[in-house]
């Protein structure tokens, strides 16, 4: 039984993990039958994530981070394209395209939605741009359409970093049937989680998932498929050597893979999906109600009017005149044991190691550099009680009483 929470003793997380003996006994089950490397279980969460963003195959590999590499890798762009994306991400998102050698576009984000200007991103393209990568920032789901259309009229790759989107919609449907790759991932903090982490990379062509399973597993001919026939094993030839494929390479590759432990303890969390869910929903529609109270202090969150959103957490922007001091403010929640964090990396370019990197700016970058100064967020997840978000609420309340 969950003891009773404390107020100012007990921390209100920003983001939390849930998880019961369902699925500890799940991952016991999973140790007791002896194979610990991607199996059945394996194969059985990659069908069903991957169905719940759309797509008709998933690979599930060791992090959501390890996805979006492959996902990269897969696009199979000539050496420097450009890829366009946006200032306010994750180095998870935009790593990938510069270890593969392409050439990032950056475009400014909007502020209370978090996500890709799509007005800027289309006046971005030149004939030498050929991919997006795009997130769905703190789970807010982007109009897909727009970006299905403007990627059909310029033949650009839809790459969409999904991590936080579990169950999100868009006009009713999951937004992976838009893009032409997806990513989504299963940290500790996400909303569904894998054991603490993993990640998975889904597309609609099976070349591209065995090329993305050959990619995850060292770049081997014969990735791991469980099978022993010695013919097929043997079918491949190395200096005129008959030579066996599982350790054949013909792809400079990583070692991604997961466990079929974090699958077992995934299948379960996707089974409660739907309950988090409407716990987020619930936490998410109270928080907005009563900060609506301060439009003269805050920016709230926006969404698509098509879009169906579980937010990963609660953004909020300072306006700009607002007497609040951000770090004054998280000072105090955090002192009042309620759990803060920034909106990522705010402008990724004013981070040290990507100061100088080869780049196109498109137009300015004022939501980002707004965002980096302004914005943080709070929990909205599914282990918030609602006393413990009215305790959250209250501690607003104080501050703002205090000014």
Same mark, same amino acid.
């Given at each position: 039984m969950t003891p009773p929470f404390v107020p100012g003793h007990d921390r209100v997380f920003y983001a939390k993990a849930v998880f019961d003996q369902e699925e500890i006994d799940a991952v016991v089950q999973c140790l007791n039958q002896g194979w610990l490397g991607p199996g059945p279980i394996t194969e059985e969460f990659e069908n069903k994530v991957a169905a719940l963003f759309g797509k008709q195959y998933g690979l599930f590999v060791n992090s959501g981070s390890s996805a979006n590499q492959i996902a990269m890798d897969i696009a199979n762009l000539p050496k420097g394209s450009e890829v366009i994306t946006q200032a306010c991400t994750f180095p998870a998102t935009l790593n990938p395209i510069l270890v593969c050698g392409?050439?990032?576009?950056?475009?400014?984000?909007?502020? !209370?939605? /978090?996500?890709?200007?799509?007005?800027?991103?289309e006046a971005a393209v030149t004939e030498k741009t050929k991919a997006i990568f795009i997130s769905h920032a703190i789970g807010n789901i982007n109009d897909m359409e727009r970006?299905?259309? $403007?990627?059909?009229?310029?033949?650009?790759?839809?790459?969409?970093?999904?991590?936080?989107?579990? !169950?999100?919609?868009?006009? @009713?449907?999951p937004p992976g049937l838009w893009s032409d790759i997806t990513t989504t991932s299963f940290y500790a903090s996400h909303n569904i989680t894998a054991g603490g982490a993993g990640g998975m990379v889904m597309v609609n062509n099976p070349d591209l998932i065995r090329e993305a399973k050959v990619y995850r597993d060292w770049g081997r001919a014969l990735p791991e498929n469980n099978d022993e026939d010695i013919q097929q094993r043997f079918s491949y030839k190395l200096n005129n050597e008959d030579y066996d494929g599982?350790?054949?390479? $013909?792809?400079?590759g990583y070692n991604f893979k997961p466990?079929?432990?974090?699958?077992?303890? !995934?299948?379960?969390?996707?089974?409660?999906?739907?309950?988090? %869910?409407?716990?987020?929903a619930r936490n998410f529609n109270k928080i907005y109600q009563f900060l609506s109270q301060y439009p003269e202090h805050f920016i709230l969150p926006q969404t698509h009017p098509k879009a169906t959103v579980y937010w990963l957490a609660f953004p909020i922007t300072l306006r700009d005149g607002s007497p609040i001091v951000r770090r &004054?403010?998280?000072? /105090?929640?955090?002192?009042?044991r309620i759990q803060t964090r920034l909106l990522f990396t705010g402008n990724i370019l004013h981070h040290e190691p990507y100061q100088n990197i080869p780049c196109r700016i498109h137009g300015t970058l004022t939501g980002?550099?707004?965002?980096?100064?302004?914005?943080? $967020?709070? @929990?909205? &997840?599914?282990?918030?009680?609602e006393e413990m978000v009215d305790y959250m609420? %209250?501690?607003?309340?104080q501050y703002i009483e205090q000014l």
């Open positions: 392409h050439f990032p576009v950056f475009v400014d984000s909007k502020v !209370g939605a /978090y996500d890709i200007d799509i007005d800027q991103l970006l299905r259309a $403007i990627c059909d009229r310029h033949k650009l790759l839809f790459i969409e970093d999904s991590c936080d989107t579990h !169950g999100s919609l868009f006009d @009713g449907r599982k350790f054949y390479h $013909i792809k400079i466990t079929e432990m974090q699958a077992a303890f !995934g299948l379960v969390q996707l089974k409660k999906l739907p309950y988090f %869910n409407t716990i987020r &004054n403010l998280l000072t /105090y929640l955090e002192r009042n980002a550099d707004t965002i980096l100064k302004r914005t943080f $967020i709070i @929990g909205c &997840n599914h282990s918030l009680t609420l %209250n501690i607003i309340k």
